[in-house]
């Protein structure tokens, strides 16, 4: 087959490529080497789409790099030049670097992925590309995204500039008179003078005007509200703290193979003005750069101060753009008409040409890692990205995580170095707030019920009378309302998934949100509903959600205060967000009451109170990063708290007030908590001390996806004896105190053992930092084999175990 005549077979080729195969399984790991035609020569480059053939059939493939001879492609010395297949058509242009196909590769490994399904992550947005057969026996590459949208625009030619309309023609005098000051679309033209296009049409045969269809970018100017606090103005004199962060970003930008600057500042002191000005420079040099963000933070405040400084060189990558959006976003990109981009994770996939700078805002944020294979972290990603564009990854955070704060004190990871800079003062000298911790204990001892403590309540009631703003965080990150039997404990749980099911007062229902199940509660709260394991009708509803608060706040506070509460259902829709912040910013005297999601990156100067309802939700969540959780939600949210000139004051309610966590916030100092921390870490074993690799087998029949498990257990306990030598198995990791060799955890049912009827098990890996545990797991998966109904997904530094 491999010499079979078609297109181009019978041509002497004009060189080799290096093609994968766009067929996502995870055994199929690299790429195949293919014969490039002379004829397609020209038109075949790293990037393009191609057609091929694979097995027997017409595939789509991907070029990733080219060689004269067959020998330099890797992995296809040996082959027999003749037997080679010939690259049949290019399909497409270039839609990716070559730096972005060894990156792909590369995550392809470490994340034990798909190289195909790594790669789709730099391929134009708006879903899968298909092979699309024509009638004639030739193929085209068809891609479901919304095609791009044209604007056509009006001007005058230059020799058109004198012409005189006769008298009598009023539209031609009107368009005349329209266009002398620049052109204008059609669209404008018809909406200002009811249907201009005769006038056009007449005026353009004379050759007096040009009309021109233009590409036009949809989503540029989207959620950018008139929000009286956004400034826009650059600061007169950077504070020393900024001088030595921008000048370690210049320090790096001089390290050929890449190098890692990580902004330690507390909230408020100027980080973004710190990027904002190391963007400045990339720009002049004639790069690009680009900006992550959390998706949480990406409001129209943040996009707005970028686009402020840099106007429309800024293209924004966020969950709410529509798909025609996102794909003109990235054609932005690509055409070098936005050289900035502001965006969440998948901003970095942007065909970005010639990248000067990585930022990584909120470095420490949970989103940066993907929760669907590819499982890739951000920031790792982008560090293998710096290095491979020879430019510098800059992390900011008030709060770094414990990961990169070690690779900073060990200065180096992974052949970068790493360096941290501290910037601890605002600048103008706005003080921190004070911190209050209200014993949420003692108020209950004391007979109040109210979900507001005296200290709470008393400075609500300050807010009011000097008519300023507040900000209400309640975290429920993690919890949902259940029901609880006061007698016996038990809390229904869903029959499908064995996850407690979540009471929605409203419908007097019990949902399961791992499978969407709807158990109906029979006139809650009255006996007629019974506790299912002891039949006792005290059952009572746990947790409060913000709904509630709200009701209470709105009891509490004068009529004339805006309550605005933001929260998943609240901000649905695509501006939703955007809308209530604009609420809150022209509100007189409000209360901004919301979850997590008000925690970040809001700057409203009025806001003298930040109240956290319940610290305890956060604090209690059974993760070994719940703590670093924690303490960055609570940080964050006082940094909300004396942004202006009006000192601010930061009220945390809890059961637990000795936690390192709220001693830490309490007291401004950091290192109560990450003391802490890092002792429990490393006493148990936990990142950034060990590595983890976490492995999920799921499938329809339990004793099937146990013996897998147990398989792929046996084949990577084998791999690690060999490795030490033949020496017996380490013995339980808790009396270990430093790991020398990887340990196998488990295998054991999934918390969650169940969830769409299919049954879960899992097995967790320790190993020491530098071991390669990507390869072992790839090795133990190619041993034991794929199994038809069964899924594996393997997750590199897992977040949720
Ligand atoms: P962060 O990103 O660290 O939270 P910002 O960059 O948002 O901090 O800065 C906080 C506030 O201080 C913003 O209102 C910003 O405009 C202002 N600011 C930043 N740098 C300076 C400076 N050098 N001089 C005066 N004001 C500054
Ligand atoms: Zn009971
Ligand atoms: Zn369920």
Redesign the pocket.
């Known amino acids: 087959d491999a010499a079979a005549p078609g297109s181009g077979a019978t041509d002497a080729p004009a060189c080799f490529a290096s093609v994968l195969v766009d067929i996502p399984t995870r055994s199929l790991t690299e790429p195949f080497a293919y014969a490039v035609p002379a004829a397609l020569a020209e038109r075949a480059q790293v990037g393009c789409a191609v057609l091929v053939r694979f097995g027997n059939r017409p595939a789509l493939g991907y070029i990733l790099a080219f060689a004269p001879a067959l020998s330099e492609l890797p992995g296809a010395a040996g082959l027999d030049p003749a037997r080679v297949k010939p690259i049949r058509d290019v399909l497409t242009e270039p839609l990716f670097s070559s730096v972005s196909a060894q990156v792909a590769l590369w995550m392809a490994r470490e994340y034990v992925a798909a190289p195909a399904e790594c790669l789709r992550l730099f391929l134009p947005p708006g879903g899968s590309p298909r092979l699309c057969r024509h009638d004639d026996g030739s193929y085209e590459l068809e891609r479901p995204a919304a095609h791009a949208v044209t604007v056509r625009w009006v001007s005058l030619t230059t020799e058109g500039a004198s012409y005189e309309p006769p008298a009598r023609a009023t539209r031609q005098r009107q368009l005349m008179q329209a266009l002398s000051a620049g052109p204008v679309t059609t669209r404008e033209l018809n909406a200002l003078y009811t249907d201009m296009s005769p006038a056009i049409c007449a005026l353009e045969k004379r050759g007096v005007v040009q009309v021109e269809e233009r590409r036009a970018w949809r989503g540029i100017a989207e959620g950018e509200p008139r929000l009286s606090s956004a ?1 826009a103005a650059v ?5 020393d703290g ?1 001088q030595s962060a921008l000048a370690a970003i210049e320090r790096a930008r001089a390290v050929p193979e890449g190098a890692v600057v990580l902004i330690d ?1 507390v ?7 710190v990027y904002l000005s190391a963007i400045e420079r990339v720009l002049a040099s004639g790069r690009s750069a680009c900006v992550l963000v959390p998706e949480i933070s990406l409001t129209a405040q943040t996009v707005g101060r970028f686009r402020s400084r840099f106007g429309d060189a800024v293209a924004v990558f966020h969950s709410r753009l529509s798909a025609g959006e996102r794909l003109d976003q990235w054609d932005m990109v690509r055409a070098g008409a936005a050289r900035v981009v502001v965006g969440a994770r998948s901003a970095l996939f942007c065909p970005y040409r010639d990248l000067g700078i990585i930022i990584i805002d909120e470095e420490h944020e949970q989103s940066y890692k993907q929760g669907s294979t590819p499982r890739y972290h951000a920031r790792e990603v982008a560090a293998e990205m710096a290095r491979r564009h020879g430019c510098p990854l800059v992390l900011g955070s008030a709060t770094p995580s414990a990961e990169a704060l070690a690779r900073c004190r060990r200065g180096s990871f992974r052949d970068m170095p790493w360096e941290r800079v501290e910037m601890r003062e ?3 000298g706005a003080v921190l707030p004070r911190i209050v911790v209200a014993d949420l204990r003692r108020e209950f001892a004391r007979g109040s019920r109210s979900m507001f403590s005296k200290p709470l309540y008393d400075a609500l009631m300050g807010v009011v009378e000097r008519r300023e703003k507040a900000v209400l965080l309640h975290n429920r990150r993690g919890f949902a309302p259940f029901l609880m039997c006061r007698e016996c404990g038990c809390v229904p749980t869903c029959e499908h998934c064995s996850t407690a099911l979540t009471y929605h007062e409203r419908t007097h229902t019990l949902e399961c949100h791992t499978c969407g199940t709807v158990y109906r509660v029979q006139a809650y709260p009255s006996p007629a509903s019974r506790c299912p394991q002891c039949g006792s009708p005290y059952l009572a509803k746990m947790g409060v959600g913000t709904q509630q608060v709200e009701d209470a706040l709105i009891d509490l506070l004068p009529k004339d205060v805006a309550v605005i509460r933001m929260d998943a259902d609240s901000t649905r829709g695509k501006d939703g967000h955007a809308r209530l912040l604009e609420q809150f910013d022209a509100a007189e005297c409000a209360v901004l009451l919301g979850t997590q999601m008000i925690a970040k990156g809001l ?1 409203f100067p009025e806001v003298t109170l930040v109240g956290v309802v319940n610290a305890d939700y956060a604090l209690k969540m059974p993760d070994f990063r719940a703590g670093e959780r924690a303490y960055d939600l609570l940080e964050q949210v006082a940094g909300r708290a004396g ?1 202006g000139e009006r000192p601010g004051q930061v009220i945390i309610q809890t059961y637990l007030p000795g936690d390192p966590v709220i001693r830490a916030v309490a007291a401004h100092d950091r290192s109560i908590f990450t003391d802490h921390d890092r002792r429990v870490r490393s006493d148990a074993l936990y990142p950034p001390y060990v590595r983890l690799a976490h492995v999920v087998v799921s499938g329809k029949e339990r004793a099937e996806v146990e013996r897998h498990v147990r398989a792929i257990a046996a084949a990577l306990e084998g791999a690690f004896a060999r490795e030490a030598g033949g020496m017996a198995p380490e013995p339980a990791v808790a009396q270990l105190a430093v790991l020398t060799r990887p340990v196998v955890l488990g295998p054991a049912p999934c918390v969650i053992e169940r969830a769409k009827d299919r049954y879960r098990f899992h097995l967790l890996v320790k190993c020491p930092t530098a071991y390669p545990i990507s390869d072992a797991i790839a090795a133990a998966l190619a041993e034991v084999g794929e199994r038809r109904g069964l899924s594996v997904v393997v997750d590199i530094d897992p977040y949720d175990l």
């Open positions: 400034r600061p007169e004199r950077l504070t900024q500042g909230t408020g002191s100027g980080k973004t003005e605002r600048p103008g700057d942004r």
